[in-house]
């Protein structure tokens, strides 16, 4: 089968070579049914996260031995199953989470990892939602519990964690600031019904959002979603009211924030770290929980995916490119078994 395999660390974005860190095999073997409960998956559409782009560049905080093909969560369609699988059959379209190996044709996995996508649903959409949506359900409902009339505010608010922290919050009834940069970033987001937009080509956070406030005769950011970290998350933390929830996703600008404990304390901030894949060993009964909810509403319409860009395998390099040149609104997707799908719009 055709898999993504990284050789060596490195940059992805450059061309794909036999001297690059990731190369397309096209003989890689196919993964054999490991034990009863065991299902093959023939994969739809896989999802890029940051994160990836992160383990190949060899800075994200699980590192696997090289080489491997790398994982985030996927969709497809079961392929075989082993004899005691009692939960999916043959056809049954599926999504799911992988640590590894999703980048390539087929994948197996226990059964007890298998989501069964609802009728309705887009097959790569699904491939999309489990780690960016769910990383954003578990943060805005269950550790912020954001409320009705609460204001959100959301740091890089076109990306595809960003974008789920959008959508998640206008489910939840709460005004949206959304913070992103460029015209078509902010103009996705207006047609999406946030509350307010922060262009930062165009002006300082803080008089921005205040001067919105203002209007609202709102006090100030009950809960802060940062994906972003960095001089962001500083200015951020004065645009937020006595007893606020301090979401830290993730440091997309390279930079970790330094969040003072002293003003945390005189403020009542409550600081929550959020590391979406530890709840698979830690509370996985709950992140089952959070996505069954996720597909229900994906199902029935309460929430969307923007699909940015499609790719290949073998134009993986571009699609790593444009996750590091933050040109996507929403998610980049790459499917197996391609020769070439372009940087073309779903």
């Known amino acids: 089968m055709e898999a993504l395999l990284c050789t060596k660390l490195g940059d992805p974005t450059v061309a794909i070579s036999d001297s690059s860190p990731i190369v397309v095999s096209r003989s890689h073997p196919v993964p054999a049914i490991a034990s009863p409960t065991s299902v093959r998956v023939r994969i739809a559409a896989t999802s890029l996260n940051y994160a990836n782009y992160l383990q190949i560049l060899g800075r994200y905080q699980e590192k696997l031995p090289l080489p491997f093909v790398p994982g985030s969560d996927y969709s497809g369609v079961v392929e075989s199953v082993g004899s005691a699988v009692s939960t999916v059959k043959i056809g049954d379209k599926v999504c799911s989470l992988a640590t590894s190996d999703s980048f390539c044709?087929?994948?197996?996995?226990?059964?007890?990892?298998?989501?069964?996508?609802?009728?309705?649903?887009?097959?790569?959409?699904?491939?999309?939602?489990?780690?960016?949506?769910?990383?954003?359900?578990?943060a805005l409902v269950h550790r912020a519990q954001l409320k009705p009339g609460q204001v959100l505010l959301v740091l890089g608010a076109a990306g595809g964690v960003g974008l789920s922290a959008v959508q998640i919050g206008k489910v939840c009834g709460a005004i949206v600031i959304a913070v992103a940069r460029g015209d078509e970033k902010v103009r996705f987001l207006q047609s999406l019904g946030v509350d307010y937009v922060v262009d930062l080509s165009k002006g300082n956070i803080i008089e921005s959002v205040k001067n919105f406030l203002k209007t609202r005769n709102l006090k100030g950011v009950d809960v802060l979603y940062d994906p972003v970290g960095g001089k962001l998350t500083k200015e951020s933390m004065k645009l937020l009211n006595w007893g606020a929830n301090i979401l830290i996703i993730g440091f997309a600008s390279g930079e970790i924030p330094v969040i003072p404990a002293n003003i945390a304390l005189v403020k009542n901030w409550t600081v929550h770290g959020l590391y979406w894949g530890s709840y698979k060993l830690h509370n996985p009964q709950l992140l089952r929980d959070s996505l069954m909810e996720l597909l229900s509403w994906l199902s029935n319409g309460t929430i969307s995916i923007h699909i940015s860009h499609s790719y290949s395998l073998q134009e993986a390099n571009l699609a790593f490119g444009d996750i590091k040149d933050r040109k996507v609104i929403g998610k980049v997707m790459v499917i197996p078994g391609s020769s070439s799908v372009g940087r073309s719009k779903l």
């Not at 298998?114 to 009728?119: A, I, R, S, Y």
């Open 105 to 138: 044709e087929f994948i197996v996995t226990d059964e007890k990892e298998l989501f069964l996508v609802p009728d309705g649903c887009d097959l790569v959409a699904a491939g999309a939602l489990p780690v960016a949506y769910g990383t954003s359900h578990l």
